[in-house]
């Protein structure tokens, strides 16, 4: 199918052009989908035989020549030594086995950070105009940041009672707290407060780094740093600490953590709102994705921040803002909202 659209297509062509061509021809494809394959048939992208094991090995269809233009990729020459390179192995002469299902969660979060670094502003821009937060949602972040900008360092900024009661009230606005028996439950504040003091040292070493300029080499040790400060903060009663740990974090270091959630993160890595591998595993696998992000869409990063818009409150904060945009886009169906915040099926998969 992707064969006989880019044979239709005017050189050179936009993946906006490819996307709509399949709403037109083959509207029961998921655009997540199309992006994984825009990916694997693209004779220039990175690893592409790497990321996609199966689809790979296909002769290309495509080249990049600029960020999210493609012309029709060329049989012989050029393309032919950059197959090779890519790919390293020779094509095989008989189909290849059907993709195994890991190869397929890999596929389906490397084809979703392919489509979202194309259209990057796009997706910050769908998240502006959603409006998905409000209200104390918006109020205590914002506090809690503008509170953090004021402190050099991570041990002036846990002294900063005020702070930290700010980030303690963003918890239940972002739908952390529930009511009921067996929900899961917002910490008390002094558990919380002694929990996050305790890796006072290890957030000084991650305090200065920004998601946008880490060596691509050192984003594992930086994830396993991060992780130990998650896996220690007691934010919440339920035993999962990715999603508490990670937007307690968030405020701590807004330019190098994205706050992740079930509804957007999860889902824009796995297609699920639950992880297999467990929380540990699932930011180590996803932070490399995330840094990939920051580095790769730097520039529309800053723009949106100099947009001032309600939720443009550091670099981090606007990959999750065009992750969110990117989900919203894809499925309609999570734009129903609440009017305290996110939309109320986030607050119960929290």
């Given amino acids: 199918m992707l064969e006989e659209c880019v044979s239709q297509l005017d050189e050179p062509f936009r993946r906006s052009e490819v996307m709509g061509w399949f709403r037109r021809h083959y509207p029961e494809v998921k655009e997540t989908t199309v992006a994984a394959h825009i990916y694997a048939a693209t004779a220039n992208a990175v690893n592409r035989v790497e990321n996609h094991p199966y689809l790979g090995r296909r002769p290309p269809l495509l080249r990049r020549i600029d960020h999210g233009l493609y012309v029709r990729a060329a049989g012989s020459g050029a393309d032919a030594d950059l197959i090779a390179s890519n790919a390293g192995v020779r094509q095989p002469a008989v189909a290849a086995s059907a993709p195994r299902p890991q190869n397929r969660v890999h596929d389906r979060a490397r084809g979703n950070v392919e489509a979202l670094v194309d259209s990057f502003d796009d997706y910050v821009l769908a998240f502006e105009a959603s409006n998905i937060f409000s209200g104390p949602s918006v109020y205590f972040h914002r506090r809690a940041i503008e509170r953090r900008r004021l402190h050099g360092t991570a041990e002036d ?137 920051g580095r790769r869409c730097r520039r529309p990063i800053d723009a949106a921040i100099m947009r001032s818009t309600p939720m443009a409150t550091g670099r981090a904060k606007i990959i999750d803002n065009a992750i969110i945009g990117f989900m919203l886009t894809q499925h309609s169906g999570l734009e129903s909202r609440s009017s305290t915040g996110r939309p109320p099926v986030l607050q119960s998969a929290v």
């Fill in 157 to 293: 900024l846990l002294a900063d009672e005020l702070f930290l009661e700010y980030v303690y009230a963003v918890l239940p606005s972002w739908g952390m707290h529930r009511m009921g028996a067996q929900r899961a439950k917002v910490t008390e504040f002094g558990q919380l407060v002694t929990s996050i003091r305790a890796a006072a040292p290890v957030l000084g070493e991650l305090w200065p780094l920004d998601i946008t300029q880490l060596d691509p080499g050192g984003v594992p040790a930086i994830s396993e740093k991060a992780w130990r400060v998650i896996s220690s903060i007691r934010a919440s009663t339920s035993e999962t600490q990715i999603v508490a740990g990670t937007k307690v974090l968030h405020h701590v270091l807004p330019d190098l953590i994205p706050p992740i959630d079930r509804q957007y993160t999860f889902r824009f890595f796995t297609g699920q709102k639950a992880v297999h591998s467990g929380d540990r595993q699932a930011f180590l696998d996803w932070f490399p994705y995330l840094a990939e992000i």
